[in-house]
């Protein structure tokens, strides 16, 4: 009997750890994270301190369901668009988040001092992250594709010169051709969708534009040039000088009716 109930003690104790382990938090299910109360781990297997961190983070999450928290972690090897969301530049780094509100933690790495900061609510005493800086924005979601890119890239120049033996200054020159051919290319996609949306007002020739009406005297000369006729000058010998010199003098023929 004594061995029946001992058994059912064990297999009990069993389930509720193999039940309280950290939740995996992915790219696909992070928004998760912005309903109820979370505290989140960024690691990397191949961090030395994240390994060493495992054992503490593995028993701070067998106390979720009595601080009626949600204990997650991320691996930002796997999931570098949420290492750039949460602007991550060391490892481990920690996070509680409540409600949608982000907070750093930056407090000691013990098991008891984790679960006083839940418990006691210090987290409270925290202003959270600033909007521009909330990993929901735009701004960071923007940010983290770009992290996903560097990523890629990344990978793609190590498949490059493992896999196919391609010189590194080689990559450096194919990566070059390839940014200016994408910025010409993302340039033209702009300059087009600016046409599009805010179409340039049409500005006519001057030779276009309507002449002005006459004004006096000086205006009839301009409506009979705009008219195409031309106006003539003779030069006419009808002066001399005293001493026999002539000086031409210019005179305005009148065109007959």
Same mark, same amino acid.
């Given at each position: ?80 668009? #949420? ?7 060391? /490892? &481990? %780094?920690? *996070?509680?988040?409540?409600?949608? +509100?982000?907070? $750093? ?83 033209? #996609? ?7 949306? /805010? &179409? %340039?007002? *049409?500005?006519?020739?001057?030779? +276009?534009?309507? $002449? ?46």
């Amino acid at each position: 009997m004594y061995n029946m109930i001992f058994l059912l003690f064990t297999l009990l104790l069993f389930s509720s750890q193999a039940t309280s382990k950290p939740i995996q938090v992915t790219e696909e299910n992070w928004s998760d994270v912005l309903k109820g109360e979370w505290m989140l781990e960024f690691m990397a297997p191949w961090c030395p301190a994240c390994r060493g961190f495992v054992e503490t983070w593995d028993k701070f999450s067998d106390w979720s369901q009595d601080l009626e928290i949600n204990v997650g972690v991320v691996d930002v090897t796997e999931n570098p668009g #949420l290492s750039g969301r949460f602007l991550i530049s060391a /490892l &481990p %780094s920690l *996070y509680h988040i409540k409600d949608g +509100e982000f907070r $750093q933690y930056k407090g000691g790495r013990k098991e008891s001092e984790l679960i006083s900061f839940v418990d006691d609510k210090k987290w409270q005493e925290m202003d959270p992250i600033p909007w521009y800086f909330s990993p929901a924005s735009i701004q960071m979601a923007a940010l983290g594709e770009f992290f996903k890119a560097a990523m890629i890239v990344r990978d793609l120049y190590n498949t490059m010169t493992k896999d196919y033996g391609i010189p590194e200054w080689a990559c450096y020159v194919i990566f070059a051709i390839a940014t200016i051919l994408l910025g010409l290319i993302l340039g033209l #996609l702009i300059v087009l969708c600016c046409d599009m949306m /805010l &179409p %340039s007002k *049409y500005v006519p020739h001057p030779k +276009e534009r309507p $002449q002005p009406g006459p004004q006096g005297d000086g205006s009839q000369k301009e409506d009979e040039d705009a008219d195409g006729e031309e106006s003539e000058t003779d030069i006419i010998d009808d002066t001399k000088s005293a001493d026999g010199d002539s000086k031409p003098r210019r005179r305005r023929v009148k065109k007959a009716d």
